[in-house]
């Protein structure tokens, strides 16, 4: 079942900070975010692993609540670079990736 | 610098047309997927391939099939285009097993449009 994120869009103003959050409905194995600027192939953010586990982006943070099946992005200091579109991918226990339907974050300067 | 790219970025096709997708990586990376994108609905995958021969149905396989007849390439048949098969098509490639410990790279997509 697909994950739901949330916001589906937002506005920012250069400098401010944002928040996109994505739930799921089964127990999760991990969970990978991504960028997709228009036009552009999606490109890799992090992945946050079942246990505590991450890999990615220096400049962006995220969180991951096994207990709530939810992860939570966290874009600080917006930058224009930043626009685009966010999706979340989650994993249950046989390793399949599903994604959600994507965030879309402009930034305005 | 990785990459994956793809034959085309634009495609124009007849309904009822054979159709043909390649994608190719350079990374050695034994796992290759195909997505297709559709606003308001993400990435949805059609097939994914696990090593040279070997094909696995993602989550809407139907009037699709794949081929990998090398570990670089992987490709993907409409066998008879329909409308709504009008999409973006997305390839991507990642490391072995399990993959949702992977990033998953990604090439520029093909948009392909049935008429």
């Known amino acids: 079942q697909q994950p739901v994120q949330s916001p589906q869009a937002v506005i920012l103003r250069e400098g401010e900070d944002a928040v996109i959050n994505c739930s799921s409905s089964?127990?999760?194995?991990?969970v990978h975010w991504y960028r997709q600027k228009h036009g552009e192939a999606p490109v890799f953010l992090m992945i946050l692993l079942k246990g505590g586990e991450q890999k990615g982006h220096e400049k962006i943070s995220a969180s991951f609540n096994e207990k709530k099946q939810q992860s939570s992005l966290y874009l600080t200091a917006s930058q224009l670079s930043y626009s685009g579109t966010y999706f979340c991918?989650?994993?249950?226990?046989?390793?399949?990736?599903?994604w959600g339907a994507g965030t879309k974050l402009i930034i305005k300067p | 610098d990785v990459k994956v790219t793809q034959s085309s970025r634009y495609l124009v096709k007849r309904t009822g047309e054979k159709v043909f997708l390649e994608c190719v990586q350079d990374?050695?990376?034994?796992?290759m997927f195909w997505y297709r994108q559709d606003p308001g609905l993400g990435l949805r995958l059609i097939y994914f391939s696990y090593d040279v021969k070997m094909k696995e149905k993602g989550d809407i396989p139907e009037g699709y099939s794949v081929s990998r007849e090398k570990k670089e390439r992987f490709s993907l048949i409409l066998e008879s285009a329909s409308t709504n098969q009008t999409s973006m098509y997305l390839c991507?490639?990642?490391?072995?097993?399990?993959?949702?410990?992977?990033?998953?790279?990604f090439g520029p997509g093909t948009r392909l449009t049935v008429t």
């Open positions: 991918g989650t994993a249950n226990s046989n390793y399949q990736l599903i």
């Open positions: 089964k127990a999760l194995y991990s």
């Open positions: 990374m050695d990376h034994e796992n």
């Open positions: 991507a490639s990642s490391s072995p097993f399990p993959w949702s410990s992977y990033e998953q790279y």
